[in-house]
């Protein structure tokens, strides 16, 4: 079957680190991948997608690659802001009939 | 271009009470809808989805109900609200590949 799998948080960084929060897949088929962002008492919002294997995703400085042969998805970010502290939810899609797949999501704090 | 809307914004109610969340899109025609709960710190739980008007599917056996009365709306009920149904209550629709979220109902049962 499908299923996301992403790291564990809370994760908290200092100001303009690099982040990485991981992602992995099993699907069985092909299926497109997302990364979306929650701010506190929001919905989810897209932050980037990914429809096949190697095209990366980008977005407000955030890049994510879709990789089949590891089928992973890891989102990425060389420097972070107070302003990107949020939960981020990696996902995939299975397009066969329109199912969605989310992982359990990492909170993101970013300290001054 | 496509919105989606949900009311209300949040709602306290006591345990035993009746519940009614509403999700309206705009700007398409026969989207998927989905409902999704999110108790306090934790992922995505998908609770129905549809396909169509008239057309729900559960994912998850519980004391809540969808319906889908016309193309663009999709309701959320319950007859008898338990403390466990406490949550932020999400709508979301497909374009494409891509699912899009409203803004959220956070429910509250005391």
């Known amino acids: 079957g499908n299923s996301v799998t992403q790291m564990e948080g809370p994760v908290t960084l200092s100001e303009e680190a690099f982040l990485t929060i991981n992602c992995t897949y099993t699907a069985t088929g092909y299926p497109s991948l997302f990364w979306y962002v929650q701010y506190p008492g929001e919905g989810l919002q897209l932050l980037l997608k990914?429809?096949?294997?190697?095209d990366k995703g980008s977005n407000k400085g955030f890049e994510a690659t879709y990789r089949k042969e590891t089928t992973s998805f890891h989102l990425e970010k060389g420097s972070v802001q107070v302003s990107d502290s949020a939960v981020y939810f990696c996902a995939l899609s299975d397009q066969t009939w329109g199912q969605f797949y989310f992982g359990t999501g990492t909170s993101l704090t970013v300290i001054p | 271009s496509q919105t989606i809307h949900q009311w209300p914004a949040t709602l306290v109610q006591p345990v035993g009470s009746p519940l009614s969340l509403e999700c309206t899109v705009e700007g398409t025609s026969n989207p998927n809808l989905y409902w999704y709960r999110q108790a306090a710190g934790r992922g995505l739980q998908l609770l129905f989805y549809?396909?169509?008007?008239?057309?729900i599917s559960s994912e998850v056996p519980q004391n809540l109900s969808a319906s889908r009365p016309q193309d663009r709306q999709f309701i959320l009920s319950s007859k008898k609200l338990l403390l466990s149904d406490s949550g932020f209550y999400l709508c979301a629709w497909v374009l494409g590949e891509t699912q899009y979220f409203g803004p959220g109902t956070r429910l509250l049962v005391l």
């Open positions: 549809s396909v169509g008007i008239g057309q």
């Open positions: 990914a429809t096949k294997a190697d």
